[in-house]
């Protein structure tokens, strides 16, 4: 019975590279949310994805970051050109359908040289 | 401003003895979630809280959710030193499916 599984664990990227995070949701479940946490801050909602639909992005910057839930295979996160300030861990919830609970990975801790 | 505040921030207490960790706001939420998460891993979700008055119990911890539905309250009873963790709530609000997370309560329990 897997859960939520996130990939790479931690990812280590030079200021003008692209990050790319990947999450598997659990079995069975269609929905995806992406959230952001920084070091003494609160886990901030950034996307919100359906099987090739993005239904909620109030949280993701405008610039550089996009995400994408394809019918086949994980939820992709990507961040262009990367900066310091997105430093952060970023963790992949998903759910069985809408107003369920979200279970959570374990994260992508993403470090910005 | 952070919707959901959690209070205390740091809590440090002995095996054995009881507490309460508070999650207030002065808006309403739909549902409210509980989660604890250990450094290096994700949050795991405790307990869903959907009506006002709600009270939920998962062994030694009893949750409920105010009668307005805009805070909540966690009671550990008889605390051991695998309660250690940062203790989230998350909640709902109307129809929206995003979750707004409070900072978090930093419980140590010492044995």
């Known amino acids: 019975n897997a859960g939520v599984m996130q990939n790479p664990r931690h990812l280590v990227r030079r200021r003008g590279q692209e990050a790319r995070l990947r999450c598997s949701p659990m079995k069975g479940h269609s929905h995806v949310y992406w959230y952001r946490q920084l070091p003494e801050e609160g886990l901030k909602f950034m996307v919100y994805?359906?099987?090739?639909?993005?239904?909620?992005e109030s949280g993701m910057p405008k610039e550089r970051f996009s995400a994408e839930f394809p019918k086949e295979g994980p939820s992709i996160l990507r961040i262009q050109q990367v900066v310091r300030g997105d430093s952060a861990a970023y963790f992949c919830?998903?759910?069985?359908?809408?107003?369920?609970?979200?279970?959570f990975g374990d994260g992508t801790r993403l470090s910005i040289l | 401003t952070q919707l959901l505040k959690q209070s205390p921030q740091f809590l440090s207490i002995q095996e054995g003895e009881n507490l309460t960790v508070y999650c207030n706001s002065s808006?309403?939420?739909?549902?409210l979630q509980w989660y604890r998460q250990e450094p290096g891993e994700g949050p795991v979700l405790l307990v869903t809280?959907?009506?006002?008055?709600e009270v939920k119990k998962l062994k030694r911890l009893t949750f409920q959710f105010g009668d307005a539905r805009k805070d909540s309250s966690l009671h550990i009873t008889a605390a051991q030193p695998g309660d250690t963790g940062l203790y989230l709530c998350a909640g709902r609000q109307g129809g929206s499916e995003k979750l707004v997370f409070g900072k978090g309560t930093k419980l140590t329990v010492n044995p």
């Open positions: 994805l359906q099987k090739e639909n993005i239904i909620d």
């Open positions: 808006s309403v939420f739909s549902s």
């Open positions: 809280v959907v009506t006002g008055g």
């Open positions: 919830a998903s759910s069985l359908s809408i107003n369920q609970p979200q279970h």
